[in-house]
T-cell receptor
């Protein structure tokens, strides 16, 4: 069964450092997403990406965040200068038809210390 | 702001019992999806419902979308310990891209 792959599974970083979270979406999917889930809280939308550009982003996705699809397979989320409150599980997802059913990766647990 | 409220937040029952969890909103959604999430893992899509009044079955799980497309329910018949997990509903309303998420129902099925 096709799956979305995320690396690393766990990342610990110092406050103020840059991190890049990596994702390989399902190959024939056209829509890509990043969500995050702070421990014990709801899943929160960060950004969607379609046709090589951001299609929608939330208020959380400020200037510290950026996304890129550097080649035909990878989809990355960069946080430029991490804050303690960025600690969360970050999930990448992809879909064939917009927001009608996603396949999620297993997530990257980001811990900012 | 579109919100999805799930109830109950937590449910612990014996194996073999039936249960229903609910996902409600005052807003209309063009689709609602149900996911199951295990600790430390990403949500796994169970079903998408699109049409008001739609009923979908997945083995012992029955999903229904309300006629007005503002609510949904998940019914599990003869629950088994393997059904234990966090059940999340999510919907797309005004957006074609992002999903609005409920807080989840944590379900424990005791053997």
């Amino acid at each position: 069964e096709p799956e979305v792959t995320q690396t690393p599974s766990h990342q610990v970083t110092q406050m103020g450092q840059e991190v890049i979270l990596r994702c390989v979406p399902i190959s024939n999917h056209l829509y890509f997403y990043w969500y995050r889930q702070i421990l014990g809280q709801k899943v929160e939308f960060l950004v969607s990406f379609y046709n090589n550009e951001i299609s929608e982003k939330s208020e959380i996705f400020d200037d510290q965040f950026s996304v890129e699809r550097p080649d035909g397979s990878n989809f990355t989320l960069k946080i430029r200068s991490t804050k303690l409150e960025d600690s969360a599980m970050y999930f990448c997802a992809s879909s064939e038809q917009g927001a009608y059913g996603y396949t999620f990766g297993s997530g990257t647990r980001l811990t900012v210390v | 702001t579109q919100l999805l409220e799930q109830s109950p937040q937590f449910l612990s029952i014996q194996e073999g019992e039936n249960l229903t969890v609910y996902c409600n909103s005052s807003s209309v959604f063009s689709s609602l999806q149900w996911y199951r999430q295990e600790p430390g893992e990403g949500p796994v899509l169970l079903v998408t419902v699109v049409t008001g009044g739609e009923v979908k079955k997945l083995k012992r799980l029955t999903f229904q979308f309300g006629d007005a497309r503002k609510d949904s329910s998940l019914h599990i018949t003869a629950a088994q310990p393997g059904d234990t997990g966090l059940y999340l509903c999510a919907g797309n309303g005004d957006s074609n891209y992002q999903l609005i998420w409920g807080a989840g129902t944590k379900l424990i099925i005791k053997p």
